[in-house]
């Protein structure tokens, strides 16, 4: 079975710096989606990023952007020019073409400092 | 995207009663499901509403307790049946346009069994 695995319970980083949220996964696929969600308070699940397997280029979205190595499965999330609003949970999650199945790691809580 | 609503978007209820959760989506939809966040949890899996047909739930998860219903490609419900404080979480409905993509959540549905 997928796992996916955050260390980071929580981080804190300064409005305007830079931040990487750290994620990696096991699976024995060479095909899958990998993905990055936030959740505020308001609980809402917003999708921020996606990355396909299969493409070497690391996705970009505005301000966030990913470090996706395959062969070390790792997956991480950076967040350029932090802002008030970016504080949230932020999961990471695989994807399973076979099964479509969504597995979740256990989340990061990110603060943002004014 | 789709657009996707939930109701009730917040209840109580008492022990011993049942719920049923309601999720609505602006357009047809090939791949529905539902996952439950405990409190400080991550998301869990409970099953992938078919349409036509039975749902598929995921290991931990049965039928008699979370019976599922998805008459159409754009609408599904879940019942928590004979509720106990355990049961207590946010529920929340997630589509994907087809299979193999992106999954997109619905507001979820924060219930409180008393």
């Known amino acids: 079975a997928q796992t996916v695995t955050q260390s980071q319970p929580e981080m804190s980083v300064q409005e305007a710096e830079t931040v990487t949220l750290s994620c990696t996964y096991d699976t024995s696929e060479s095909d899958y989606y990998l993905f990055w969600y936030k959740q505020p308070p308001s609980r809402q699940m917003i999708l921020v990023i996606r990355?396909?397997?299969?493409?070497?280029q690391n996705a970009t979205e505005n301000r966030f952007s990913v470090n996706f190595q395959k062969a070390a499965k790792s997956f991480s999330l950076k967040i350029s020019d932090s802002q008030l609003g970016d504080a949230a949970m932020y999961f990471c999650a695989y994807l399973d073409f076979g099964n479509e199945k969504l597995t979740f790691g256990t989340g990061t809580r990110l603060t943002i400092i004014p | 995207s789709a657009v996707i609503s939930q109701k009730p978007s917040r209840d109580i209820c008492q022990r011993g009663t049942s719920l049923t959760i309601q999720c609505q989506v602006d357009?047809?939809?090939?791949?529905m499901f539902w996952y439950r966040q405990q409190p400080g949890q991550s998301l869990t899996l409970i099953a992938t509403?078919?349409?036509?047909?039975?749902?598929?739930?995921e290991s931990g998860f049965v039928i008699d307790k979370f019976p599922i219903s998805r008459p159409n490609l754009t609408f599904s419900t879940l019942t928590v049946s004979n509720m106990s404080p355990e049961d207590s979480s946010i529920y929340l409905c997630?589509?994907?346009?087809?299979?193999?993509?992106?999954?997109?959540f619905g507001p979820g549905t924060r219930l409180l069994v008393l």
């Open positions: 997630s589509v994907a346009i087809r299979r193999g993509e992106t999954q997109y």
């Open positions: 509403a078919n349409q036509g047909s039975e749902a598929t739930y």
């Open positions: 357009s047809q939809v090939t791949m």
């Open positions: 990355q396909e397997a299969y493409k070497q």
